[in-house]
């Protein structure tokens, strides 16, 4: 269900979210070197791309990065060789948008020889069809290694000998900026932006910003501050489509097979990530679905390619229509392209609509979009429904037969290959050289913000709650941060809390030693005990009566359970999560505990002073850790 009841609710989220962020900001001076304020740096980036904040660009934080870059010693050691075009990418997913984009721009550019170079990834975790299509251009894969600064030295060195540099980077990616900012850096720099919705990093170097659409490119004008000379429509190459992957009968049977797809049933297929479907004030994707099968006369199955099948809403929604709608996740291209092909309706990701439009117009199947948002709904004429009730009423006229009139015509405004390459050509002509640019960005605040903050909020906590587990940074900052998430209630912390205890996700932060540390207390806590000694006989001999434990997990019950019958009295337990701890003793929620105890207890593995700035109501209340007093048990 939304959390949201109102748009005052959701404005609200979104100004705690720039305070927040804001806040942040302030501690930049406190990193202690470059790759620690450039790491930091990163971070910043990082929650601006996630949360939605208003904030789309930030030439204050730009210069920051650009100050470090300065410093770097860089002298053209070569010329660049006519001809040679150099994309760099961050990452190169399997199922991305950027390697498609990025596949499709040599594929099509047949004047040019092309390499690509990648800020962040390992070689053998490279697509394979990335690498097949750069060695038929001649081109090369070059993957950096080390520091952020040892990382944008290569980068100069390596992309000196090209004509052109094109950046299909993550948003809160500095190497390129980092790189290119240097004074003795000439060669044209162009940034595509693929997510309107999204902060990022790279407008300073940015010698002309390719859009993919005219509502993209009013954003860049009118948030990100891009001048309208260096400001441009570029849609990409063959719409995203690849046209390497087979389709043949073999495929499609495997495909029916493997999908469990009934072929006497109607085919509905829909596409976007987890985030797209999230429930907004007045939209809800399941409902649609539950609507558009139960008043359906004909027998339908509804596929939903992206969102995780074993998430709570997608598995109510196949219990609720007896499995003739689920979600399947994320799957091949090849197997996203015979679904789509092979389906009888296609209809567009709610409340934020995702790519797919364009593949089903490719084989002729009708397809359908709900705008929530105005953004590109001219394209779509018949196609484009504005209410839940016009978006089933056009389902049930496609499922009956009248299929032609919502085939779409979107393909139609498309460059052809010719027409794009001469769109390239020009481009290129136009801006021959480099400089870097200031710019004047503008918070601002429209319908796309309060859509995309109730879409976005909680999948960007669980992101940043990863991103920040395996962060390296000052302890002091991290106690700001962890102050910080909780006062304005951005989750983080929580998150974090889960996917520590999440098995899986517990294999992939696997430096964390929590547990370990948990495990070792616990030992030395036996060893105690086997030597006649107590925790109970330490505290009494610090003239200690009573206690409250913060942390009611393991180790805060084994404490509770240890103290009980003795002459130290639990009153109370404190916890994050305080409404779902089930336990005889009474918990409270950090902020409510107040009532006056001897001596807090800290059975957690985070230090005192984190917490203490948590616990605002008992801050004369003395506090020792677990750890501590075993230590102190164990020598006396």
Known sequence: M??????DDVHDRIESNYKFIESLEKYIDKCQNDDERLSYLTFIGYLYSEYVTGVYSSNRLENEIIKIGEKIQFSPTAKPQKGNVLHVMTAAGNGGGHTSIVNNWIQWDKDRQYSLVLTDMDYQEIPSYIIETISASHGKVICLEGSYIEKAKQLLKISQVYEQIILHTHMYDVIPLLAYSNCNWKIPVFFYNHADF??????SVADAVLNLNKFDWEKSRDYRGVANGRNLVFPSPNGGYIDSIVMDENVTQTILSKYRINKKAKLIVSMGDEFKYEDIIGYRFTDFVNRLIDESHDNIQFIIIGPNPKRKKWKELEERTNGHARAVGYIERRDVYGLIKMCDLFICSFPMRASGAGLAERWGVPYLSLFVIEREMEFFEENKAETIEELLDKSFDILNGNKTKYKGHCLERAFIQEEWQKKWDEIIEKYPVHSVTKFKENRYIRKQEYVNCQLMQDTASEHVAGYLHNLQINEPLREEIFYLDHKYGMNIFHKMEILEKDLEISKRYHDSNKHLKLYLMAMEWV???QKGKSIENYLSDKGCRSVAIYGMSYMGEAIYHEL??????VLYGIDQKADQICTKLKVYHPCEAEEKVDLIINSTTLKNQIIRKNIEKLQN??????????DAAKVK
Do not use: T, V, W
């Open 564 to 569: 009980q019958g003795s002459e130290i009295a």
């Open 198 to 203: 999204r902060f990022s990093y790279g407008y």
């Open 527 to 529: 060893q105690i005990k």
């Open 621 to 630: 209340i003395p506090m020792l850790s677990i750890k501590e007093i075993l």
């Open 2 to 7: 939304n959390k949201y009841k109102n748009l």
